[in-house]
């Protein structure tokens, strides 16, 4: 048995996943990365899109997608339906550095997490026909992975990324620099990085970013060091790789950490929100698992307007 696929079969998460994608139609599929591209999608129109329906407004909606002149007629919000014509290009920026190799409250390495959030969304373009870049980006190099397969040649391929070892530290804004020069401003871009990667900067970087492109953040929020938790005698720093010592667990120096995560997470969220793009923030790849099948969900009841 390899060892990627002995790794899949530890992997809770990653069962779920597998299991997940036959189960995904393609107009389900669609519509769900709808959702997730923002508002970045709705301003395709006449551009590798083509009129498919209208239907009534659920929430979840972009409310670019209403039809005014339909509302006005049936007297309740209506959305027009825009089928996509046309492949495009995602283009995944995974956070390498050493501070990934960090824990989270879950107990996993940060790197996990992140990597399988984008085994999620791997899939769902994929299945939409994409063509998908997978970027690695530390401070030493960014490098762009040769990927021309299916699901399985990149569930490989992470895994291989998973394994590398972690010599050098993160470069969220040489990563972020490099997201802002792709030049398709229709591609859209998956970035994978831990929760203290936000600084004041990158805020800002993110913000100009995205004005030109639909974005989701995959956002892995890291174990609070100061925090006792059931993992806690098993967790290493994530650039020493030490053994966290038990006289750092203090309440209050945790508590000051997550209030400043909190107010941090909350920019990060008011962001994106602002300019119509996607947060998945969690603490577990469960906790990710469960907010992706929530989006798709929202998909689903979408959907269920059409039947």
Avoid: C
Wanted: charged letters at 25%; aromatic letters at 8%.
């Amino acid at each position: 048995m390899d060892t990627v696929h002995t790794a899949s079969l530890s992997d809770p998460t990653r069962r779920k996943i597998e299991a997940l994608g036959p189960r995904l139609s393609l107009p389900l599929v669609r519509r769900a990365m709808g959702i997730v591209e923002g508002e970045h999608h709705s301003r395709r129109r006449g551009s590798g899109y083509e009129f498919m329906d209208l239907r009534p407004y659920v929430i979840g909606d972009e409310s670019r997608s209403i039809d005014w002149k339909a509302t006005a007629r049936a007297g309740e919000p209506i959305v027009s339906l825009k089928e996509r014509t046309s492949t495009s290009n995602v283009w995944v920026l995974i956070d390498s550095g050493r501070q990934l190799t960090g824990h989270t409250a879950s107990g996993e390495r940060q790197i996990d997490v992140a990597l399988n959030a984008v085994r999620m969304f791997t899939m769902l373009s994929l299945k939409r026909a994409d063509n998908v870049n997978f970027i690695i980006g530390n401070a030493h190099s960014i490098t762009r992975m040769p990927f021309t397969g299916g699901y399985r040649e990149a569930d490989s391929l992470l895994d291989q990324i998973a394994q590398q070892p972690a010599k050098y530290d993160s470069n969220w804004p040489a990563l972020m620099d490099y997201a802002r020069h792709i030049q398709d401003k229709y591609a859209l871009i998956i970035m994978a990085t831990s929760d203290t990667s936000w600084t004041k900067d990158t805020l800002e970087h993110l913000g100009v970013l995205t004005q030109t492109h639909p974005v989701v953040v995959l956002n892995v929020a890291a174990l609070n060091p100061f925090e006792h938790s059931e993992y806690f005698s098993m967790v290493r720093d994530g650039v020493s790789h030490r053994h966290i010592p038990a006289f750092l667990s203090d309440e209050s120096l945790a508590q000051e950490v997550t209030i400043q995560r909190k107010l941090t997470a909350d920019e990060l969220t008011r962001r994106l929100n602002t300019k119509g793009a996607s947060l998945f923030s969690a603490k577990s790849s469960e906790d990710m698992f469960h907010e992706f099948v929530h989006r798709i969900s929202l998909a689903h009841i979408s959907s269920s307007f059409l039947q």
